[in-house]
């Protein structure tokens, strides 16, 4: 699913406001314990660069996704902390913007990784569906495959990103949401206003993606070059999400409730405004940023792993949509012969 934020512009705003802290120092961080630990640990154990141990070597796991002596001292001592907290019933701080998630491999955020793969996973299955349901002759078909393949390299990103959270992997998470956003709101107004039905609204359709395409450019060109603000990044997001889940609230409406052209016409129409409401629905998990259960499991995750069967019943909702046209499209044909 590319619309992942709720239809209220107004919410969605409060919400990229709850997220822009996040990028900011954290309290844990921020203590004295955790500061003295790290820096006498790093002192005592690590070559002067801070790459390696000054005995032995860390295990290949760690090696394999990048850690070094001082990222791993860091988060030992991230973990000695928030032990002590817990502990001592003392409130579990954040460090770096995060939560002290167990690693597990080398891993930073275990759950997140895996709820990634599956949306991943349900991409791959969704393109494999389109590809053998829809029909090659279907205008739309073309814009679902792009999708499909949009949409996997944004999880694949978010997969590499929450393995191991580099300056390179954080950008590359952020531009391939991006796009997965921004292709999401491009293909929705083809799809609902049918710029692909007739030859005529051909110009405009190029006009469309050349526009889409400016902005996507300029955005990273200005979160590269500029500066790599999160907040505008956030609210940027919002407000193309906000206008793709609108637009699919206005085809449910329209053309599901108020003047189905027919009642197979209307059955399919309906199906994205349910699917809008129960992705609203799961992006309230951002607000309820918790600790994490067991310290793997947080609300970021959970809201990942909601999205899996929600991007499921997406597809089937395009192929219902695909199919349907392209029967009428038979039908016509048939009359003419």
Same mark, same amino acid.
């Given at each position: 699913m590319l619309f992942c934020f709720r239809s209220s512009k107004l919410v969605l705003f409060l919400l990229s406001l709850l997220f822009c802290p996040l990028a900011s120092a954290s309290r844990g961080d921020q203590l004295d314990k955790f500061q003295a630990c790290v820096k006498e640990n790093i002192a005592h154990r690590c070559t002067q660069d801070g790459y390696r141990l000054q005995s032995g070597q860390l295990p290949l796991a760690l090696r394999l996704t990048g850690w070094t002596c001082a990222s791993d001292i860091d988060y030992q001592c991230q973990r000695a902390i928030t032990d002590y907290m817990v502990k001592n019933g003392e409130e579990v701080e954040q460090f770096h913007g995060k939560w002290p998630f167990h690693r597990v491999l080398g891993i930073q955020e275990p759950a997140s990784v895996l709820f990634s793969i599956l949306n991943g996973y349900v991409h791959v299955r969704g393109l494999r569906k389109v590809r053998a349901q829809v029909s090659s002759a279907f205008p739309m078909r073309r814009f679902y495959v792009i999708f499909a393949y949009v949409g996997m390299n944004a999880w694949l990103w978010s997969t590499i990103f929450h393995i191991r959270d580099f300056n390179f992997t954080e950008k590359m998470d952020y531009f391939s949401a991006g796009a997965y956003v921004l292709y999401g709101l491009f293909y929705a107004v083809i799809q609902v206003f049918q710029l692909y039905k007739r030859p005529s609204y051909h110009l405009f359709l190029v006009i469309w993606a050349a526009v889409c395409l400016v902005c996507y450019l300029a955005h990273i060109g200005y979160l590269t070059f500029v500066i790599?603000?999160?907040?505008?990044?956030?609210?940027?997001?919002?407000?193309?999400?906000?206008?793709?889940? &609108?637009?699919? $609230?206005?085809? +449910?409406?329209?053309?599901?409730?108020?003047?189905?052209? /027919?009642?197979? %016409?209307?059955?399919?129409?309906?199906?994205?405004?349910?699917?809008?409401?129960?992705?609203?629905?799961?992006?309230? &998990?951002?607000? $309820?940023?918790? +600790?994490?259960?067991?310290?793997?499991?947080?609300?970021? /995750?959970?809201? %990942?792993?909601?999205?899996?069967?929600?991007?499921?019943?997406?597809?089937?909702?395009?192929?219902?949509?695909?199919? &349907?046209?392209?029967?009428e499209v038979d039908k016509s044909l048939r009359a003419l012969l």
């Open positions: 790599f603000d999160y907040g505008y990044n956030m609210l940027a997001n919002v407000v193309v999400g906000s206008l793709h889940g &609108l637009i699919w $609230l206005f085809y +449910s409406l329209c053309k599901g409730h108020l003047s189905p052209k /027919s009642p197979a %016409h209307g059955r399919v129409a309906k199906q994205p405004a349910p699917i809008v409401l129960m992705l609203a629905c799961a992006m309230a &998990l951002e607000l $309820l940023d918790f +600790s994490p259960w067991f310290f793997m499991i947080d609300a970021h /995750s959970l809201w %990942h792993l909601a999205t899996i069967p929600i991007t499921a019943m997406w597809y089937n909702f395009l192929v219902s949509y695909a199919m &349907l046209h392209q029967s």
